[in-house]
């Protein structure tokens, strides 16, 4: 087995992201009624169940890394993307973005 160079994990966990991403665009998230079920079904892959990413550059939520940020801001991030995250407009309807930030504050304590 050869080893694999950063580059090709960063080109392997992006595929991983977008092929969760074209899946929660055809199954949606209508299931999922809480913050920690949103983060766990649309956010983990790259963040890590527990707010610790698996993605390079990614927040470290559970050291609460972006959280001084308002919920506003945050919000935005959400809904219109960051970096490689995607934007979740027209994903997560705007209550499901304010449960899933409240969740991801509640990471940090």
């Known amino acids: 087995m050869s080893n694999l160079s950063g580059r090709r994990i960063g080109m392997l966990s992006l ?5 969760l991403l074209m899946t929660l665009l055809l199954v949606g998230s209508a299931g999922a009624s809480t ?10 892959v790259c963040h890590g169940v527990d707010g610790n990413p698996i993605l390079p550059n990614a927040p470290l939520f559970s ?3 972006r959280m001084e940020k308002s919920d506003e801001q945050l919000l935005v ?4 993307g960051r970096n ?6 027209g994903i997560l309807n705007q209550d ?13 304590e």
């Open 63 to 65: 050291k609460g890394e």
């Open 77 to 80: 991030s959400l809904s219109e």
């Open 96 to 108: 499901e973005m304010k449960q899933l930030l409240t969740y991801v504050r509640s990471l940090a």
């Open 35 to 44: 913050g920690q079920e949103l983060f766990e079904t649309n956010c983990a």
């Open 84 to 89: 490689v995250m995607p934007p979740w407009k």
């Open 15 to 19: 595929y991983i992201a977008g092929s």
